[in-house]
């Protein structure tokens, strides 16, 4: 489903040099898989998710196919529509928008320009509060605007609530698992474990194992430096648990050592 | 994380985007009747024959004429304009009458009803469907007022300003000028003197306007100004809402619209006031729009509430302050205002508040947006005079800017002569967000669905103010505005 090829991604500096932060990158991911990636800070993890949905302020080369598409040349909502979904380590707030205004109007967007018919406000609504109740959320988040004001924890859910209710091919989940606590945790693994029916892959962006105990992925890779240094199954979750990156990326060389 | 490829990109889309066309640009062939232009006695004492006015209110123009040629215009406001000559406007255009007066909205000229429906206000529609009373304003002159005798029914008076001076003299002589004197500044002293029609209308005490009232104001001549006079009278307990909109013809030419709107909230009544101002703009370069010079204000008697609310999209200049004046104890100001400014539009708009009486309070929400080289300028003034105590004020003002070579400003003036009175201030400058736009558009928007959902956020609070009609209107109004193709 997604096949990226020799990914490179460079960012201007503050002195408007280029820096390189994915150096030739490749990852598969078949449908109906759970990949994470786990990297120390610095790794280029968060812009492996900015890249491939497409943010601003990037250059990047190589090839990326998404379905058969090309997926760099793309516009951002041309890889939502295609089934690409991003749930943002820090979503934005939309002052003013309702939360269920913005929803129903991505939603419609997408159904539109994929052919289909509008959904019907009653039974995206219905479907709405069942997931809110799935995800321990306030349903009086529906009413409040896009992230205004709201929790670190509720902006997390709100993000897996726009993920269930968008069903994506393909959910980039960027930090889910940060800040929040294991009841949260909790929470949005079932929703996630829920929505994994082999159809649905999952690319999960992750400092940290426990999320992984929940959500166990089909395979673990490690980046460092801007490339995947190791490529292992559930087991690599629990070794850096253990040991941390060192092993990994070995230590001062920074170079694949297993 | 931007590098300066994608940020002219995005510059780019954004002028594509809010390079949106007017829709209502177009003329309808009617035959008209213009005097000359130039600006004398003669002018002036023809306009007010034309009217069939009493010598009281010829002698109150004249007045108003003399002190007008007296007076420059004024430098303050934060616009660019080329020097106005106000000798090369005609100031009485009209709709010529085919035959007698209409008897009804039957007989009003095809023409003219063909127009309205082109610009979405049916007047036969509007009385069958909506309920709401329309005044349709055509150049100087009335053409239509709908819903007369039901309003009548309630001793509710809603006619042409014209008619008025006619059928109610005494209630014109008492209010007219009362709020807004004849020299009260420049556009005033103008308007005074060569005010041609408007709306009219009286509920009396204890009365609740059954039904909203509304005015469109349409500019239809070329070399032609609208000088249009509105007059609301709520007497004591009464409450009304009124609606007013506007639109004119794309032209190359500037043309000028100096009106004066004066309320009256006697104690405990309440009047609220929505416009929906969508002159003509100009073109992309800056070229034709309209000039709107207006002063609105309102008096609020005890406990009386007067309510403003504006949603300001078009004209090439605004210079627009509806105030209020609130002189009997515990009366209530409201302001609530969105301005949006796009290619070289420039906007000097805001309110004052004069707070006289005791516990007195106002509130003032103000939403600018500029995008392209438009400047935007919202300018306030809150003044809490000596026998105010216990008065409160509290004023938000929010710009917000769309790409790099717009202006927002901000000119807050306060005056409080009284220990107890509670003023506050709250002001944010913010860039539509790259952020939010690309949040928007990883989940399926387009950008110009992302832009005008985040634009109407920032309106929200005013939007909430509006009418339900208006509402839905104004949103779609800046949609359009925003948008890079008429839709």
Same mark, same amino acid.
Not at chain 1, 97 to 103: D, Q, R, T
Not at chain 2, 130 to 148: K, P
Not at chain 2, 212 to 233: D, P
């Given at each position: 489903?997604?096949?990226?090829?020799?990914?490179?991604?460079?960012?201007?500096?503050?002195?408007?040099?280029?820096?390189?932060?994915?150096?030739?990158?490749?990852?598969?991911?078949?449908?109906?898989?759970?990949?994470?990636?786990?990297?120390?800070?610095?790794?280029?993890?968060?812009?492996?998710?900015?890249?491939?949905? #497409?943010?601003?302020?990037?250059?990047?080369?190589?090839?990326?196919?998404?379905?058969?598409?090309?997926?760099?040349?793309?516009?951002?909502?041309?890889?939502?529509?295609?089934?690409?979904?991003?749930?943002?380590?820090? !979503?934005?707030?939309? !002052?003013?928008?309702?939360?269920?205004?913005?929803?129903?109007?991505?939603?419609?967007?997408?159904?539109?320009?994929?052919?289909?018919?509008?959904?019907?406000?009653?039974?995206?609504?219905?479907?709405?509060?069942?997931?809110?109740?799935?995800?321990?959320?306030?349903?009086?988040?529906?009413?409040?605007?896009?992230?205004?004001?709201?929790?670190? #924890?509720?902006?997390?859910?709100?993000?897996?609530?726009?993920?269930?209710?968008?069903?994506?091919?393909?959910?980039?989940?960027?930090?889910?698992?940060?800040?929040?606590?294991?009841?949260?945790?909790?929470?949005?693994?079932?929703?996630?474990?829920?929505?994994?029916?082999?159809?649905?892959?999952?690319?999960?962006?992750?400092?940290?194992?426990?999320?992984?105990?929940?959500?166990?992925?089909?395979?673990?890779?490690?980046?460092?430096?801007?490339?995947?240094?190791?490529?292992?199954?559930?087991?690599?979750?629990?070794?850096?648990?253990?040991?941390?990156?060192?092993?990994?990326? #070995?230590?001062?060389?920074?170079?694949?050592?297993? | 994380?931007?590098?300066? +490829?994608?940020?002219?990109?995005?510059?780019?889309?954004?002028?594509?985007?809010?390079? %949106?066309?007017?829709?209502?640009?177009?003329? +309808?062939?009617?035959?008209?009747?213009?005097?000359?232009?130039?600006?004398?006695?003669?002018?002036?004492?023809?306009?007010?024959?034309?009217?069939?006015?009493?010598?009281?209110?010829?002698?109150?123009?004249?007045?108003?004429?003399?002190?007008?040629?007296?007076? /420059?215009?004024?430098?303050?406001?934060?616009?660019?304009?080329?020097?106005?000559?106000?000798?090369?406007?005609?100031?009485?255009?009209?709709?010529?009458?085919?035959?007698?007066?209409?008897?009804?909205?039957?007989?009003?000229?095809?023409?003219?009803?063909?127009?309205?429906?082109?610009?979405?206000?049916?007047?036969?529609?509007? /009385?069958?469907?909506?309920?709401?009373?329309?005044?349709?304003?055509?150049?100087?002159?009335?053409?239509?007022?709908?819903?007369?005798?039901?309003?009548?029914?309630?001793?509710?008076?809603?006619?042409?300003?014209?008619?008025?001076?006619?059928?109610?003299?005494?209630?014109?002589?008492?209010?007219? %000028?009362?709020?807004?004197?004849?020299?009260?500044?420049?556009?005033?002293?103008?308007?005074?003197?060569?005010?041609?029609?408007?709306?009219?209308?009286?509920?009396?005490?204890?009365?609740?306007?059954?039904?909203?009232?509304?005015?469109?104001?349409?500019?239809?001549?070329?070399?032609?100004?609208?000088?249009?006079?509105?007059?609301?009278?709520?007497?004591?307990?009464?409450?009304?809402?009124?609606?007013?909109?506007?639109?004119?013809?794309?032209?190359? /030419?500037?043309?000028?619209?100096?009106?004066?709107?004066?309320?009256?909230?006697?104690?405990?009544?309440?009047?609220?006031?929505?416009?929906?101002?969508?002159?003509?703009?100009?073109?992309?370069?800056?070229?034709?729009?309209?000039?709107?010079?207006?002063?609105?204000?309102?008096?609020?008697?005890?406990?009386?509430?007067?309510?403003?609310?504006?949603?300001?999209?078009?004209?090439?200049?605004?210079?627009?302050?509806?105030?209020?004046?609130?002189? %009997?104890?515990?009366?209530?100001?409201?302001?609530?205002?969105?301005?949006?400014?796009?290619?070289?539009?420039?906007?000097? +708009?805001? +309110?004052?508040?004069?707070?006289?009486?005791?516990?007195?309070?106002?509130?003032?929400?103000?939403?600018?947006?500029?995008?392209?080289?438009?400047?935007?300028?919202?300018?306030?003034?809150?003044?809490?005079?000596?026998?105010?105590?216990?008065?409160?004020?509290?004023?938000?003002?929010?710009?917000?800017?769309?790409?790099?070579?717009?202006?927002?400003?901000?000119?807050?003036?306060?005056?409080?002569?009284?220990?107890?009175?509670?003023?506050?201030?709250?002001?944010?400058?913010?860039?539509?967000?790259?952020?939010?736009?690309?949040?928007?558009?990883?989940?399926?928007?387009?950008?110009?669905?992302?832009?005008?959902?985040?634009?109407?956020?920032?309106?929200?609070?005013?939007?909430?103010?509006?009418?339900?009609?208006?509402?839905?209107?104004?949103?779609?109004?800046?949609?359009?505005?925003?948008?890079?193709?008429?839709?």
């Amino acid at each position: 489903m997604l096949e990226i090829r020799d990914l490179t991604a460079t960012v201007a500096d503050d002195d408007g040099a280029p820096k390189t932060v994915l150096d030739g990158l490749d990852l598969t991911i078949r449908t109906g898989e759970v990949h994470a990636v786990m990297g120390p800070n610095g790794a280029g993890k968060s812009t492996l998710a900015s890249v491939l949905a #497409g943010r601003d302020g990037y250059e990047a080369t190589g090839q990326v196919t998404f379905d058969g598409q090309d997926l760099l040349a793309m516009e951002p909502e041309e890889r939502a529509i295609a089934g690409l979904f991003l749930a943002f380590q820090y !979503p934005v707030a939309l !002052p003013g928008v309702g939360n269920m205004h913005f929803l129903h109007s991505a939603l419609n967007a997408q159904n539109q320009a994929r052919g289909l018919t509008e959904a019907d406000a009653g039974t995206f609504l219905r479907e709405a509060r069942e997931v809110m109740a799935e995800l321990d959320m306030d349903a009086g988040l529906l009413g409040r605007a896009v992230n205004d004001g709201f929790s670190g #924890g509720e902006k997390k859910r709100n993000e897996i609530l726009q993920l269930a209710l968008l069903r994506p091919r393909l959910a980039i989940l960027d930090e889910p698992d940060s800040g929040l606590d294991v009841d949260a945790l909790r929470a949005i693994a079932r929703t996630l474990e829920r929505l994994r029916d082999g159809e649905r892959s999952y690319l999960i962006i992750t400092h940290y194992p426990r999320l992984l105990e929940l959500v166990v992925p089909d395979h673990i890779h490690v980046l460092h430096r801007g490339s995947i240094v190791h490529s292992g199954g559930a087991e690599v979750a629990t070794a850096i648990d253990a040991d941390g990156y060192a092993p990994f990326i #070995g230590a001062e060389a920074g170079t694949a050592v297993r | 994380m931007t590098d300066t +490829t994608t940020e002219t990109d995005t510059t780019a889309q954004l002028d594509d985007l809010v390079g %949106g066309e007017y829709r209502y640009g177009f003329v +309808t062939d009617i035959d008209s009747e213009i005097v000359p232009v130039g600006l004398d006695e003669s002018v002036v004492r023809l306009i007010a024959s034309k009217n069939g006015e009493p010598d009281w209110l010829v002698e109150w123009r004249l007045g108003a004429l003399r002190h007008f040629l007296t007076l /420059e215009a004024p430098t303050w406001p934060y616009l660019r304009i080329d020097p106005i000559d106000y000798q090369a406007i005609s100031y009485w255009a009209a709709p010529k009458a085919k035959g007698p007066a209409p008897e009804s909205l039957d007989d009003i000229d095809p023409k003219l009803r063909e127009m309205f429906d082109k610009l979405g206000i049916s007047v036969a529609e509007q /009385e069958r469907l909506s309920g709401v009373a329309v005044d349709a304003i055509v150049d100087s002159v009335s053409v239509a007022t709908t819903f007369r005798e039901r309003l009548a029914e309630s001793g509710v008076i809603f006619c042409p300003f014209s008619e008025a001076v006619r059928e109610h003299p005494d209630l014109v002589r008492k209010y007219l %000028g009362s709020v807004v004197g004849p020299r009260d500044n420049f556009y005033a002293a103008l308007n005074s003197a060569v005010f041609s029609d408007g709306s009219f209308c009286f509920v009396p005490a204890g009365v609740r306007c059954p039904m909203e009232l509304s005015t469109y104001f349409r500019i239809n001549s070329a070399g032609t100004g609208q000088f249009e006079r509105t007059l609301i009278i709520a007497e004591e307990g009464a409450s009304v809402s009124y609606l007013e909109g506007c639109s004119a013809p794309r032209r190359d /030419e500037n043309q000028l619209h100096a009106a004066v709107v004066e309320l009256i909230a006697l104690d405990d009544s309440s009047i609220k006031y929505s416009t929906v101002q969508n002159w003509y703009p100009g073109d992309e370069n800056g070229k034709g729009g309209i000039y709107n010079f207006v002063t609105k204000r309102g008096r609020a008697g005890n406990r009386a509430r007067i309510s403003w609310t504006q949603v300001e999209t078009g004209s090439a200049i605004t210079w627009k302050y509806p105030s209020v004046i609130l002189q %009997g104890d515990d009366a209530v100001g409201e302001f609530s205002s969105v301005a949006l400014t796009t290619n070289h539009q420039q906007a000097d +708009t805001g +309110t004052k508040m004069v707070h006289i009486g005791r516990n007195t309070t106002s509130s003032i929400v103000s939403k600018g947006i500029s995008a392209g080289h438009a400047q935007n300028t919202y300018r306030g003034q809150v003044k809490v005079m000596r026998s105010a105590v216990g008065a409160r004020n509290h004023t938000r003002c929010d710009s917000l800017l769309l790409g790099p070579d717009c202006g927002a400003h901000t000119f807050p003036y306060i005056e409080v002569g009284t220990d107890g009175a509670q003023v506050e201030h709250e002001a944010s400058t913010s860039r539509i967000g790259e952020d939010q736009l690309f949040y928007c558009r990883q989940r399926g928007l387009d950008e110009e669905d992302a832009t005008a959902m985040i634009v109407n956020g920032f309106c929200r609070d005013v939007f909430d103010d509006l009418p339900m009609e208006f509402a839905v209107e104004a949103n779609a109004l800046l949609r359009v505005s925003l948008e890079g193709a008429v839709g």
